[in-house]
């Protein structure tokens, strides 16, 4: 692989590795440091040092970002998402005039007004490109892929709650300007006017700036707010199910190419597959982590995606690899865990819980018979071996 | 089909077709556009010229409207919840009289006061009218009724959590009449006095006019708060299941349609095509919108059900059409995408996941051959034709 | 059945007869008025006529109560809840020192006060009994018992996020004693002082009155409000999913009793009901409602449990009672409804959605077919007839 | 079991027993009443008793904490999850360092400075204090870890939430900076303040100290507020959706622990038991409370994990323990119940829904045989005693 494209690699968004995903969190806190300095450079009663502090973190993170544009420009051959037949110099203006490529050149704009040396404009006008740089937060976040498409797949739901905002905002707005103009001329001058009430009261946020005072004006701001409770509670409701379901196809996709790289599963069908891949979960642990405690009650298996595990029985450990599984004997015999089991490396792991466990037995009964026959080969080995630990 | 009849299928709300969708959405960005205007005419301290703005496009929205009344008044007779032994008259009188017919007279009012030229009678009661156009806008609103039926489906549950509200507000308000008249007798005078500070502090708003002194009226003021965030979050579950099975209702029926437009469906049983009408979600594409791109992961296929798509594998493209499907390749081999796929005119589709696909292919398994048939098809034609891009 | 076991009938809470429940509903807006009558007559600005006439509602209100009391204490013998081999005396003093019976008496009290002829007395001391009254509306209030048992249910739940909430309170509040007592020393004296400012922060009540100052105390203060959300949240996520469970439950006991109505449903077992009621939805209709409207999509079809429709299909309409159904030839053929339905008297109706129904047909199809049957027997009856209207 | 053990037990966090229930609702109760204590104690403006007692009250919790700390520190050796191959002093050195350890090590540091005998310096420090005290609760509240839990489930979704609450902040923040800085040079000086204002502003919190003056500015606030209702929204639909599945996961696990314990399940199989425990709820009942009242419609049966109830049917008695079920003839004729069933001793059960009861019939048939059969005997058993109650 040629230096480009493990660059590629590392910046691409798609990459699941632990070096890209490292990148992007690096990305998120640089971005999130440059804001930072150039909020704090727009305070006029700061020290003239921390001033200059600001102005030279804005300047290295906008010098990261001209470096990170001209290594995304170098690298964009390399992508799969740009049609390949290309030569290398159309492959780069593809990228460049792409929305990502145009972000990420907004994003270094910063840079050329602090280079031209003047500082009231610098301090002035770098505050505008805080905008540019939460642009560039937005596009590399990771998630708010996922948002933006719940709220896609629930627009036409969602724009029936904007609907019903609106009738609500501009219903209260018209009839606290008829009740309150009188009593209060200046606040209630016009539905416009009444309009910033109306949202301030419907969002139950209620600077208190502007206040109902006659009797009736009180009651439509009464009803202005259990209205904003519940478009609250409707927008809560339909998020939260397109939330739920979003999640789960993406979590899918995840599992099943998870699910692709244990051997043990490699024999099953797709169909079969299919039944298992919805009930298992990832899990990652960290080198060190005790992933199972001897003693405490045994509610899943865990199969091995990547890493290495030591599982504390007897006296000589077993080191486990990829492809392995552990954990199931607990589920076969209903009893507390019988050892300790420590990551390590960092691991990749499939936990399969207690109550799926059953339930795919139920329907595979052939993939459990597996399971309980590697379970008899290793409780056997270890009663071979001379242990002096609890079983 | 006749004039009469075109016309009142693009006015019909039940109408799903493309022309009817852009009518509704015109329709209401004129009555938005009607009310910003009658709004913006509310206010004292514009120039002379934006005034006279507001007043021609509220005359400009009311005569749109004037002509809606009686094109709409005019095609009543095409209407097929109109029962159809009646003469003409008959029918138009009885569209008159329904709720819609009268909303939509009232919609038109405003016209005759500025059409009046008592230029301070426009401005001033023209206002009124704003609400005549909201609950214009009420009627026409799409999801409106989506929202209608579910509060209509949980009012038991609903009116249970109002009672409790009702409740919490009572008790709170008079609890802190009697603990807080001594300190603030101007704020918690009487017992309805209380009840702005009760309602204003159980919905969390908080616009702090009446703030509670003495602490045990702060006590009370804690007490509502938390009651008002609990109200609100069963509010919000019972509103977010409500949702949930009304929109899987409703949506059941609208994949059904749509699977009927499909041939490849017309083989299979009622019985055994419900367990797929579950399991399809429908989504439009606009023309040259990218449905597929080579290399990503393949987690769903696609059914057409309307409009041409553009498959690009291999030197010559394939265009695909109305009851075709693709995708299929992917979810078999278990591989990325192979090729990409482009809208070439608007497209409507029907999207079967991946995991949803292995569940069917259990439960259907003549249907998930059918589909493996056709792909086997596809890739000895695509292998005979030479080809210079990758598989 | 005598007039005392009807009286019974008519207030007992669990009975599902129409009477009863408008018997329900006016003993609550009874307690609603009463509760507004004490509460306008504690206003002093009030003309002494609408004193007078507030004064006259409550006595009003207070006399039905008493009334109400004595008919109840009359009824006791007649309730199975009370064990039936006492004498009436005996089971009339266990209704007394029941909790009901203590509510109800309590709800009386204001009478007493009232008839002592004490003007002062009655408007200052009545005040409190609206806390008696709202007591009352909490016992008697439908929906009120659902949501109890919901939050009981949830109890462990509940109370790990009340700690949670009580946890974030009291840290929010002795940091911000901390921060800001040097900054405002009168509003933030000591920590119960600071406590006031965090839970009308954590509540994003916001009243405005208490704010912080210095830098490190806003922050302490967005950190409040963001968790004030997060506990929102969490508590709401929490109750939509126990009130989800509670209602299906609920649901399923009374579908069960109205499916025992139907004779169509008696020869089946009692296993395959299970399966058919889960899918079943009650829906009543007024006298005179349009149930099905011709050409609409064929989404449902309907049992009747009581009442009488008239299905207007052909010259002659016909008229369906209980223990018939209709709308399942839209279902069978997939195509809108042919036929007006319309309710002759008030109905109770079960509702079998297109989806249900198709699933019901893979696990039962007897009962399908049976359903079948009567819809060839019924097209046959419709073609003999002579008819003038389309089908 | 030695005393060590005994306490052990009693302390251990795991232990699911009534007692160590108690002792841990006893523990919060104390932390409480301390932090309670504590607070009262910062305030300035109390009567000297008040203060006194409240430095009283601050002592005996800090000495009761002390003792704990020494009694966890003894029985330490107990635990199962410090390796059991340790000697003693080794085993103790562990959990004094552990995070438990240090925290209640923490807890008891305001002892040594109300030791120290410096009034003033006694009440200013103490107050920090409140603090430790609160991560001391914090680790002994139980469904703390729950929630934990659940947050560390949906972290991922969790961070996008966050993102995008940061970008719209920052956005809202820098553009309010720019249009609302000429109007209100003091409130919006800097980027930094304006971000106070837009926490207000997006958490719906609204104080009301900072409030936008200009149209472009309440435009601003408009969209801020609306967002923050979206964004309130969001996480309550992630934390809902991941609340229910845990909650379902441990639930699980517990009831499999119940039904271990229940000899009428030993039988089964564990995949067919896995089909049961999903079904079941636990349900504890206090001596004497009433389970079942005769006339009431009959919803569900009961197994007894633990206890004993007196089922009230005819002149004699009944009286069930551990491992028998009642409730279940209501359920097999559809009927009300027959009998009174009255808790003798605590109880704890685990409850079976009629709709699940006909499910698990379906798939368990010799479940409910068995069910059906002992039913049978204990209804000849009744007819054969001499009974004067109704049946």
Redesign the interface.
């Known amino acids: 692989m040629s230096l480009q494209q493990k660059l590629y690699g590392l910046l691409d968004a798609?990459n699941g590795s632990r070096a890209a995903h490292r990148m992007r969190v690096l990305e998120?806190v640089l971005i999130?440091v440059g804001?930072g300095a150039?909020?704090?450079g727009?305070?006029?009663?700061l020290v003239p040092a921390h001033h200059g502090l600001a102005a030279t973190l804005t300047g290295i993170v906008a010098t990261v970002f001209l470096v990170e544009y001209l290594v995304r420009l170098w690298v964009a051959p390399a992508s799969?998402?740009i049609s390949?037949?290309l030569s290398p110099l159309v492959a780069r203006w593809r990228w460049a005039v792409s929305a990502e490529g145009l972000i990420d050149l907004l994003a270094i704009l910063p840079m050329a007004v602090i280079l031209s040396g003047n500082a009231k404009l610098g301090a002035d006008s770098s505050?505008?490109f805080?905008?540019l740089w939460?642009v560039k937060?937005?596009t590399h976040?990771?998630?708010?892929s996922?948002?933006a498409r719940v709220v896609s797949n629930e627009r036409?739901?969602l724009?029936?709650?904007a609907?019903?905002?609106?009738?609500v905002l501009?219903?209260g707005?018209?009839?606290a300007?008829?009740v309150e103009e009188a009593a209060q001329p200046a606040d209630f001058?016009?539905?416009?006017?009444a309009?910033?009430w109306a949202?301030?009261?419907l969002?139950?946020?209620?600077?208190?700036?502007v206040?109902p005072k006659t009797?009736l004006g009180?009651m439509i701001?009464?009803v202005l707010?259990?209205s904003?409770?519940?478009?609250?509670?409707?927008?809560?409701?339909?998020?939260?199910?397109?939330?739920?379901e979003e999640?789960k196809?993406r979590e899918?996709?995840r599992i099943?190419?998870l699910v692709?790289k244990v051997p043990f599963f490699a024999d099953i069908g797709?169909?079969a597959?299919?039944?298992i891949?919805?009930r298992l979960r990832s899990r990652n642990f960290p080198a060190g982590a005790v992933i199972l405690?001897?003693?405490?009650?045994g509610?899943s298996m865990y199969f091995i995606v990547s890493g290495e595990v030591e599982v504390r029985i007897g006296a000589r450990p077993v080191y486990l690899r990829e492809g392995a599984f552990f954990g199931e004997m607990a589920l076969?015999d209903?009893r507390p865990r019988a050892a300790d089991v420590i990551a390590v490396t960092p691991c990749t792991t499939l936990v399969l819980?207690?109550?799926d466990?059953?339930?795919i037995?139920?329907q595979q009964p052939a993939l459990i018979q597996a399971i309980e026959a590697e379970a008899k080969r290793r409780q056997a080995a270890n009663k071979a071996t001379p242990s002096e630990?609890?079983k």
């Open positions: 798609e998120i999130l804001i150039v909020a704090v727009t305070m006029n009663d799969p998402h390949d037949a505050a505008a805080v905008l939460v937060l937005a976040a990771p998630g708010v996922l948002i036409s739901a724009s029936a709650v609907i019903l905002f609106v009738i501009i219903s707005a018209t009839l300007y008829f001058s016009s539905i416009p006017s309009l910033w949202i301030v009261t969002t139950t946020t209620g600077y208190g700036d206040v009797g009180r701001g009464g707010m259990v904003g409770i519940a478009v609250l509670a409707l927008l809560a409701g339909i998020l939260a199910n397109g939330f739920a999640v196809r899918f996709v099943w190419e692709a797709a169909i597959i299919s039944d891949v919805v405690r001897r003693g405490t009650p509610d076969l209903r819980d207690v109550a466990f059953y339930q037995a139920g630990g609890p």
